[in-house]
């Protein structure tokens, strides 16, 4: 153990701060936007120089153009092991591109998990899907068992989400879907370079959707990608994102009324750059993980969020579940006046749409479908119980320190 950790270890004050004690937190809360903390001189740089060309637009502009775009897409399928990459301008429009790519028609029902951004959802019923819930299990991604249960003659592809950074259990999941003649689209938008039994998410199923909003690993502040080594599913998915797309590419007229989802030149620019900090970035998120994990998980009344694979997750954040809500909500209290910035990932009276209670327009779809409203109980309880901690990769021994020694004390007063 560090210095600073026996340090922490020997602190004789092991009061509360609500009761009085020394918060345990010296130091503010460390960002937690990954990506969007690195951006610097060579994002700025890279920017400029499409500026400077005029070439702002991918598809014309002025003489040859620095053509980011499609540089960017080799560099993102290079890395992640697929062979194709579209850049698009946001993670919803990489899940519906990859969705009705992938041959997701109306009415079409695609099973998606009760956690996760609500863009999951959303994009299944722009697709003119069915989203049907599932429960997670206790790694809070799609529960396997629960997705049989929820298969009828209408589903068409299951849409896991590695929530969280975490990788779902896609040994099972491919299983059930390749058993039930199931599509797979894969939601990597919170997971981008993590893996599964060292494999890069995203590679497992027909298509995936990465998002480069500013909150996620490697950002432009807004923009997306969709990866699939699928030929047909590419082509059509140019089409959903280019309403010009086949045009552009002299191959005939557009098979498909798409959108403009298309991302500029400026933003393929800035995700070189940032493509090219993910694997720096998930080192130091799953180094912090790791020593904080090892800190905080043998504390009495807390049990650690199970991981599908430990070396593969992308170390996010830091997922504990109590015994009880109650325990939790009390827990995350005084979590906060220790000034660490804990939450419970779901509570009834603060609206939080990473939880479906709070997905209105997807109960009226549902509703407009025919489809009763989701129950999905297990995800509730799990959630009501958790603690989660934001991880960033700009925490220092000294800042892991004092976040654990802030649990320990919480556990000493509140969960022994």
Known sequence: MSRIGRVAETRTDLRLARDGGTPARTRPEQPMFPGGMELGDEEAEAAARVIRSHNVFRYYGVGAGPHEAEDFEREFA???GAKHALCLNAGSSALICGLIGAGVAPGDEVIVP???????????VAARAVPILAEVDDSLTLDPADVRRKITPRTKALLPVHMRGAPADMDALTA????????VIEDVCQAAGASYHGQRLGTFGDAAAFSLQFNKIITTGEGGVMITDRDDLYDLAIDVHDCAGSVRRGVGLPRFAGWNFRASEIQAAVARVQLARLDGLLERMRANHSYLAERVGALPGLTLRRSNDDAGDAGICLIGFMESAEL????VEALRLEGVEAMRVYD?????????????????????AGRPAPECPRTLALLARSIHVDVSPLCDEHD??????????VARVILA
Do not use: C, M, R
């Open 348 to 368: 009834p009276q603060v609206p939080d749409l990473h939880v479906y209670p709070f997905w209105q327009p997807i109960f009226e779809a549902l509703a407009e």
């Open 400 to 409: 892991l320190d004092e976040i654990a020694f802030a649990f320990e004390k």
């Open 78 to 80: 290079a890395h992640l």
């Open 114 to 124: 009760a956690y996760t951004w609500n863009a999951t959802a959303n994009a299944v």
């Open 176 to 183: 059930v879907a390749s058993e039930h003649g199931l599509v």
């Open 328 to 331: 939790a909500a009390e827990a």
